[in-house]
C-alpha cells in the first residue's frame, strides 16, 4: 500500500530556513510524480510545489524563487527546501501523489512567527 511520511516541519522565524521530507513507500517512487502541498487554518488546501519524474519542478507564484523541490530516488525521498519563509507560510504540510487516486501524508507543522 502507499505510504507517504512528511517530517521536518517546526518553528521558524520569518527569513528562515527549513527543509520538509517526505519518505515514500508502496509504490514505484521513482516513476510517480510527487508534490507538496499545504493548509492553513480557514483556507483550503492548495498546492504548492511539484516535481516530475524528469524532474522538472513547478511551484505556485507565492514560493516562487524561496523553494525548491526535489527528490532522491536513491532513498524514496521528496524534499522541500523552503528559505527566507514568511509567516504566511505558516500551515500543514502534505505530500502526496497521485497513482489511481490522490493518497496523502499526515502532514507536517510549519510554523514561522
Known amino acids: 500500500h502507499v505510504q507517504l511520511v512528511e517530517s521536518g516541519g517546526d518553528l521558524v522565524h520569518p527569513g528562515g530556513s527549513l527543509r520538509l521530507s517526505c519518505a515514500v513507500s508502496?509504490?514505484?517512487?521513482?516513476?510517480?510524480?510527487m508534490a507538496w502541498f499545504r493548509q492553513a487554518p480557514g483556507r483550503e488546501r492548495e498546492e504548492v510545489a511539484a516535481?516530475?519524474?524528469?524532474?522538472?519542478?513547478s511551484y505556485t507564484d507565492s514560493v516562487k524563487g524561496r523553494f525548491t523541490i526535489s527528490r532522491d530516488n536513491a532513498e524514496n525521498t521528496v524534499y522541500l527546501q523552503m528559505t527566507t519563509l514568511k509567516s504566511e507560510d505558516t500551515a500543514l504540510y502534505f505530500c502526496?501523489?497521485?497513482?489511481?487516486?490522490?493518497?496523502w501524508g499526515q502532514g507536517t507543522q510549519v510554523t514561522v512567527s
Open positions: 516535481i516530475d519524474t524528469q524532474d522538472i519542478p
Open positions: 502526496t501523489t497521485y497513482i489511481v487516486s490522490r493518497d
Open positions: 508502496g509504490f514505484t517512487f521513482s516513476s510517480t510524480y
